[in-house]
């Protein structure tokens, strides 16, 4: 069997697929708590992705400059971990789509792309963001570069300092990288005064760009988000559909397991919609999340309404939240440190069509080394929690004697994550548990909120 499996461009796929046809969710509401209208979020998206948000039509067109764009790395190949197989001894057979093909090194630009063509359509000369790894930073410069617009990032503090050279990417695609809490915007510089030496975490960096987006009075500045919403989680679909196009390619008809990583659930919801489809037709599936179990958001978090961002500038979203003043142990999966969940994804977790996993991060690491020397790629710290369960899987395989097919995502290189790699074979890093308390806590909070 080959050990690469690709598609021609013109076997790309042409329509997202939209689970919110098939997995009803209940609506965001405003700050207050009462009904959110596309006017109240028109200072912060286009209307054209508001619609795309709000949207339940099962199948949407991908714009043709859209795809023009993707084909500089899309189709993505499949890939056999032939060789890991062999180090596990596994009758297991384990897929994995690489995503860390694209420019920017990870998944994010399929939905970058899309976002910033958009914005572009309705008028939008500046979009800002926030990035935690500085993968989504990352992707956004590049679709800014490519499509006209100035894009301002602001980049959780603990990894700004932990990968300076995610600032210099930006950069180089002419974007500017800016450390959060800054001292640019309200809430950044009142955090700061709270707790100057603050890590940052991705609910405060995303206030901070929703701040910087709604404050500019001209109206064409507008913010994007790498995650979290349904029209991110519909752009990445193309991840799973070409997957599932490849895996027919070699006589696959379904996978047993698929497995991606966590964080706000997009590349997740990529590689897994298509199949949770299946799933909910009655397909036998079984469907894996892996989250970092000192950020344990679907594990062991709270279904509930709750803000998207630390300085409730967002609408109440319908999730699994561990609270939105949460701020996580700073481990290197930068990505994967986030307080909320996608209401798609947490409905799916919700109604059992998927069973999340939490994994410590020395695990992960271990996956990561033995996955660089095995297959040969050095992947993100985010992705290497797929690895982390891929692995527990085939052994699982192997411990039932079952030949199973183990679809993975592998969401992006690690080339500029080294500095974790170093501390890991340094000995100097740790595994931190989310306390008790913390949950009870956040229980407490999240009475003020609706229940979802
Ligand atoms: C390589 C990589 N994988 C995964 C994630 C997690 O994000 P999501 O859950 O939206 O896929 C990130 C986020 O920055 C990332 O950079």
Known sequence: MSVKIYLDESEIPRQWYNIAADLPT????????????????????????????????????????????????????????????????????????????????????????????????????????????????????FACSLLGLTCKVYMVRISFDQKPFRKVMMETWGGKCIASPSTETQFGRKILEQDPNTPGSLGIAISEAVEAAVSDQTGSTKYTLGSVLNHVMLHQTIIGLEAKKQLAKVGIKK??????????????????????????NGEQIDIIPVEPASCPTLTRGIFHYDFGDSAGMTPLLPMYTLGHNFIPEPIHAGGLRYHGMSPLVSKAAKDGLISPRAVHQLECYKA????????????????????AATIQEAIKAREEGKEKVILMNLSGHGHLDLAGYSKFFAGQLVDHSHPQEAIEKAEKELEAFPEA
Not at 270 to 279: E, Q, Y
Not at 376 to 387: K, N, R
């Open 26 to 141: 209940k609506p965001p509401l405003a700050p207050d708590g009462s009904p959110l209208t596309p006017e109240m979020l028109a200072p912060v998206f286009p209307m054209n992705l508001i619609e795309q948000e709000v949207s339940t039509q099962r199948w949407i067109d991908i714009p043709q400059e859209v795809l023009d764009i993707l084909y500089r790395w899309r189709p993505s190949p499949l890939k056999r971990a032939v060789f890991l197989e062999k180090a596990l001894n596994t009758p297991a057979k384990i897929f994995y789509k690489d995503e860390s093909v694209s420019p920017a090194g990870s998944h994010k630009p399929n939905s970058s792309v899309p976002q910033v063509w958009y914005n572009k359509q309705a008028g939008t000369k500046t979009l800002t963001t926030e990035t935690g790894a500085g993968q989504w930073g990352s992707a956004l410069s």
């Open 255 to 280: 996978p047993d397991v698929v497995i991606a990583c966590v964080g706000g659930g997009s590349n997740f919801a990529g590689i897994s919609f298509p199949f949770v489809h299946d799933v909910i």
């Open 368 to 387: 990561a080394v033995l996955w660089a020397r095995t297959e040969g790629g050095i992947i993100a710290p985010e992705s290497s929690h797929a690895v």
